[in-house]
């Protein structure tokens, strides 16, 4: 199991620009989810989507969409890039939403360290 | 909506001493989870709390679910260099939507 994969490791964009950050994961997760971290700020849920098909909201949202066509894949796009998008994203999945009293972790990917000038 | 605080942001300990680092949650939860992120890493799961009161350890570390489940504490004794790092506090709940909510972590150092 390669567990949580994540692509690129690395980014710098200019302001506007837009792309794709990638994730998978090979464990037959229904839950996977994106967080952004920021210093001091822990982490942040972007999006979140609970199987193929369907994804909703997080805490912060905006400037970012989702989609899910596969259990395995769960890609973040940056629509237009702007510097408040400087950050580390993380990718996670877990067989069931982990907020719950019957959750199993969360598995993260690597992260994907992103800067827009 | 749902917060969740730790305190204190930064740890520093001497090797060899006990610490601990605390959760504190605006709302009741159902769960809460630990994770531990090493530096330039990203967040590993250490455990899972889900009753009231509960008590669970893992080697050195020892974790709680306070009674009211709406706090939550870490407790590493005889810290080594092998634990520094960040730790997380996450909380779930139905009412969040049985998402986790992540406090801002403990930055852990160890001076040896």
């Known amino acids: 199991n390669a567990g949580v994969t994540q692509t690129p490791k690395f980014q710098v964009l200019k302001t506007g620009q837009s792309m794709t950050l990638q994730c998978a994961q090979d464990?037959?997760?229904?839950?996977m989810s994106w967080y952004r971290q920021d210093p001091g700020m822990g982490l942040r849920l972007i999006h979140y989507?609970?199987?193929?098909?369907?994804?909703d909201q997080g805490e912060v949202p905006n400037g970012y969409n989702v989609s899910r066509s596969t259990t395995e894949d769960f890609p973040l796009r940056l629509l237009s890039a702007a510097p408040s998008q400087t950050s580390v994203y993380f990718c996670?999945?877990?067989?069931?939403?982990?907020?719950?009293?019957?959750?199993?972790?969360?598995?993260f990917g690597p992260g994907t360290r992103l800067t827009v000038t | 909506g749902q917060q969740v605080m730790q305190i204190p942001q930064y740890q520093h300990v001497q090797e060899g001493e006990d610490f601990t680092t605390y959760c504190n949650s605006s709302?009741?939860?159902?769960?809460i989870q630990w994770y531990k992120q090493r530096p330039g890493g990203h967040p590993v799961f250490l455990i899972q709390?889900?009753?009231?009161?509960e008590v669970k350890k893992q080697k050195r570390l020892t974790f709680q679910f306070g009674e009211a489940k709406k706090n939550s504490s870490l407790h590493i004794t005889a810290t080594q260099t092998t634990d520094v790092g960040t730790y997380f506090c996450?909380?779930?709940?139905?009412?969040?939507?049985?998402?986790?909510?992540f406090g801002g972590g403990t930055r852990v150092l160890v001076k040896p």
């Open positions: 709302t009741t939860l159902s769960n």
């Open positions: 996450a909380g779930g709940s139905k009412a969040a939507g049985n998402k986790l909510t």
């Open positions: 996670a999945s877990s067989y069931r939403a982990p907020g719950q009293i019957d959750s199993y972790e969360q598995y």
């Open positions: 989507s609970v199987g193929a098909g369907i994804t």
């Open positions: 709390l889900v009753k009231s009161g």
């Open positions: 464990m037959n997760h229904e839950y």
